[in-house]
């Protein structure tokens, strides 16, 4: 059977979960919903924005003048370091949740993205990832750095800016990557994404981006269109691991990926995207994990036609028509020189 041409069913290594592949289903007429990207050039200062520098924020406090990333605690944090009770129920359960978080503004410019920053930028924000990661995890079981870019993923601003959210618990994905590493890593005696990365550099047909400590691919088990998962080579299980030259290397293939993403349909390329490492409850217990990233865009076949997860993703299980393969290959043609 060609992968290619026919339905087919793939696994999702880190999550145990299978999806639908449909390649013929990417022939059919598109009368669904377009959504045209916004065209407009955002101001490098907005008065308006409570991100901007110098500007008051809902609080009434005032950011100061930064000149490279700002962090400051969430005003409207989805968890609060109090721990609260809940009262024990044989059928609903529930139970107290407690942590903090903080917002990561990339940039004092308002109308610049992670993907047009300079290099030297990019690194201060890695830099503020890595700082954030060990700071938050030396007290929280969990900390999942993430940014949510543009209005078609819900961002509450159009400022380029990420969220760090620490827990005192593990959250599902982490906590079921976790222990699909773990097993593999001792069914098959090799780490699962060293593993992945070997396979995809000696199959080539998935990889966007590589340098010497990272590969950015289109995973096998994509369930968006253009999903991507950037990996890292080295031995590293959380970001604060990661050494100067690992850290330089990772801002050098997130503007490559980044701008090619934004090349592929001429737009602003939205998307959410985190980090998975070890979570920091394990302590040293980290020999199974692999410290990567996930890119989520929604968008499909142009910058006006995204997918929907509906119907069968909902209820079923999750379904593409554009293989991995052929998003790959879109991807690494776009032409975003040196």
């Known amino acids: 059977?060609?992968?290619?041409?026919?339905?087919?069913?793939?696994?999702?290594?880190?999550?145990?979960?299978?999806?639908?592949?449909?390649p013929h289903r990417a022939k059919r007429p598109w009368q669904g919903e377009l959504a045209p990207p916004s065209s407009a050039q955002l101001a490098a200062h907005d008065p308006d924005c409570y991100l901007c520098a110098g500007n008051h924020r809902v609080t009434g406090?005032?950011?100061?003048?930064?000149?490279?990333?700002?962090?400051?605690?969430?005003?409207?944090?989805?968890?609060?370091p109090e721990q609260g009770q809940v009262e024990r129920h044989?059928?609903?359960?529930?139970?107290?949740a407690s942590g903090e978080a903080r917002v990561i503004c990339f940039s004092p410019d308002h109308g610049a993205t992670l993907a047009r920053l300079p290099i030297p930028a990019i690194l201060n924000v890695v830099?503020?990832?890595?700082?954030?990661?060990?700071?938050?995890?030396?007290?929280?079981?969990?900390?999942?750095?993430?940014?949510?870019?543009?209005?078609?993923?819900?961002?509450?601003?159009?400022?380029?800016?990420?969220?760090?959210w620490a827990s005192d618990f593990v959250p599902e994905l982490p906590a079921r990557e976790d222990q699909r590493q773990r097993a593999w890593l001792a069914d098959r005696g090799v780490v699962l994404l060293e593993e992945v990365?070997?396979?995809?550099?000696?199959?080539?047909?998935?990889?966007?981006?590589?340098?010497?400590?990272?590969?950015?691919?289109?995973?096998?088990?994509?369930?968006?269109?253009?999903?991507?998962?950037?990996?890292?080579?080295?031995?590293?299980?959380?970001?604060?691991?990661?050494?100067?030259?690992?850290?330089?290397?990772?801002?050098e293939i997130l503007s490559r990926l980044l701008r090619r993403c934004d090349g592929l349909f001429g737009c602003d390329f939205p998307y959410s995207m985190g980090w998975h490492g070890a979570p920091h409850a394990l302590g040293a217990d980290t020999a199974h994990w692999r410290l990567h990233a996930h890119f989520l865009p929604p968008l499909l076949r142009s910058a006006s036609v995204r997918k929907h997860m509906v119907g069968f993703e909902l209820l079923g299980e999750t379904q593409r028509d554009l293989t991995p393969e052929a998003a790959a290959r879109q991807l690494r043609a776009v032409e975003i020189g040196a």
């Open 1 to 22: 059977m060609n992968l290619a041409d026919h339905p087919h069913r793939r696994r999702n290594l880190l999550t145990g979960e299978w999806l639908l592949v449909s």
């Open 90 to 96: 044989t059928v609903f359960e529930a139970v107290p």
């Open 61 to 80: 406090e005032v950011n100061p003048a930064y000149d490279g990333t700002f962090v400051f605690a969430n005003d409207f944090a989805a968890l609060l």
């Open 197 to 251: 990365a070997q396979a995809e550099l000696a199959a080539a047909e998935r990889i966007v981006e590589a340098n010497d400590h990272w590969l950015a691919i289109v995973p096998h088990w994509a369930g968006w269109p253009f999903e991507t998962l950037l990996i890292a080579r080295d031995p590293v299980a959380r970001l604060e691991a990661l050494s100067p030259v690992a850290r330089s290397a990772l801002a």
């Open 127 to 164: 830099d503020a990832w890595c700082d954030l990661s060990a700071e938050l995890g030396a007290h929280w079981a969990h900390v999942q750095l993430f940014e949510n870019k543009g209005a078609m993923m819900g961002a509450s601003s159009p400022h380029p800016h990420g969220q760090a």
